[in-house]
């Protein structure tokens, strides 16, 4: 199986990937990691990668384009698509491309058993407020969070994904019996519900990107997640930034932010929508 890792810090997984389970994959040829610099993909001058987002609010977010066109010639056999391009293509199939996100989906262990019978995954490490919302929207086939706190980026969960998914390769671990018997394995009668956020073990956030489930309480739901983040370029491909990002009114942004995050929420983490017990 092949793992691609876009970072900003491409060092710090010299660790991590040269011990345990996953050098041992690693030398015996069952998975093949490579690390790529998101820098490499920004063409000016400074190597930029993020800007101010849309609308105000504290922070810097990663910009749309560095993050597609690294995607895009990460898979790509050939030279990367048109910067200008419309849209964006849908990667092969076995290939899954995974954003690390405070917004995304909980990361338990059936995602791991359905990662593990993939051939490739790609794996976007996000950093400072956050990611262009673009990202998630149509470059990203899977938004995913390990647990409900802040880090500073997505290079820890990265790790622990990919750790996650390695020890359930076939011959990763020498013997097949010890992934089936485990806390969160889908085959063992001591897996725990997952209704409640609060019984799954070992989580974290978003892209770990300093995005984080948000304080904000809506009547007797414990929290919403954060509101999606927009930046520079406005339109990128097609794909608009909200109107009412551009319009200055403030109010009317708040408004907004609070409706699709409280329709982001209703997608990915409805548990957070139950009343606190």
Same mark, same amino acid.
């Not at 793992?3 to 389970?21: Q, R």
């Not at 490490?125 to 673009?134: I, K, L, N, P, S």
């Not at 990128?236 to 200055?248: D, H």
């Not at 708040?254 to 929508?273: F, G, I, S």
């Given at each position: 199986?092949?793992?691609?890792?876009?970072?900003?810090?491409?060092?710090?997984?010299?660790?991590?990937?040269?011990?345990?389970?996953?050098?041992?994959?690693?030398?015996?040829?069952?998975?093949?990691?490579?690390?790529?610099?998101?820098?490499?993909?920004?063409?000016?001058?400074?190597?930029?990668?993020?800007?101010?987002?849309?609308?105000?609010?504290?922070? +810097?977010?990663?910009?749309?384009?560095? +993050?597609?066109?690294?995607?895009?010639?990460?898979?790509?056999?050939?030279?990367?698509? !048109?910067?200008?391009?419309?849209?964006?293509? $849908?990667?092969?199939?076995?290939?899954?491309?995974?954003?690390?996100?405070?917004?995304? $989906?909980?990361?338990?262990?059936? +995602?791991?058993?359905?990662?593990?019978?993939?051939?490739?995954?790609?794996?976007?490490?996000?950093?400072?407020?956050?990611?262009?919302?673009?990202?998630?929207?149509?470059?990203?086939?899977?938004?995913?969070?390990?647990?409900?706190?802040?880090?500073?980026?997505?290079?820890?969960?990265?790790? +622990?994904?990919?750790?996650?998914?390695?020890?359930?390769?076939?011959?990763?671990?020498?013997?097949?019996?010890?992934?089936?018997?485990?806390?969160?394995?889908?085959?063992?009668?001591?897996?725990?519900?997952?209704?409640?956020?609060?019984?799954?073990?070992?989580?974290?956030?978003?892209?770990?990107? !300093?995005?984080?489930?948000?304080?904000?309480?809506?009547?007797?739901?414990?929290?919403?997640?954060?509101?999606?983040?927009?930046?520079?370029?406005?339109?990128?491909?097609?794909?608009?930034?909200?109107?009412?990002?551009?319009?200055?009114?403030?109010?009317?942004?708040?408004?907004?932010?609070?409706?699709?995050?409280?329709?982001?929420?209703?997608? !990915?983490?409805?548990?957070?929508?139950?009343?606190?017990?």
């Amino acid at each position: 199986m092949k793992f691609d890792v876009i970072t900003i810090f491409p060092e710090f997984f010299a660790g991590p990937f040269h011990y345990g389970i996953v050098r041992r994959a690693r030398e015996a040829g069952l998975i093949d990691i490579r690390v790529h610099d998101l820098r490499q993909f920004a063409h000016d001058r400074h190597k930029t990668v993020d800007d101010r987002p849309f609308g105000g609010g504290e922070g +810097m977010v990663f910009k749309p384009e560095p +993050m597609f066109e690294a995607v895009e010639t990460i898979l790509s056999d050939t030279a990367p698509r !048109n910067p200008t391009a419309v849209g964006s293509p $849908k990667p092969p199939d076995g290939t899954a491309v995974v954003l690390l996100s405070a917004s995304g $989906k909980i990361f338990v262990q059936e +995602m791991a058993e359905r990662f593990a019978k993939l051939e490739r995954m790609v794996l976007l490490c996000g950093r400072y407020e956050g990611v262009d919302e673009r990202v998630a929207e149509h470059l990203a086939t899977d938004e995913v969070s390990i647990g409900d706190f802040v880090l500073s980026g997505g290079e820890l969960a990265a790790a +622990m994904v990919v750790d996650a998914v390695t020890r359930l390769l076939p011959g990763a671990l020498g013997n097949e019996a010890s992934s089936l018997h485990e806390s969160f394995s889908s085959s063992s009668s001591l897996s725990p519900s997952r209704s409640s956020a609060a019984q799954v073990e070992s989580q974290v956030p978003h892209a770990q990107s !300093n995005a984080h489930v948000s304080d904000r309480s809506l009547g007797g739901a414990r929290a919403t997640l954060e509101y999606p983040h927009y930046t520079r370029p406005a339109d990128f491909r097609g794909y608009s930034v909200p109107e009412v990002l551009l319009s200055g009114n403030h109010e009317e942004i708040r408004r907004w932010r609070q409706r699709v995050a409280l329709e982001k929420t209703r997608r !990915n983490r409805p548990d957070l929508l139950s009343p606190a017990k």
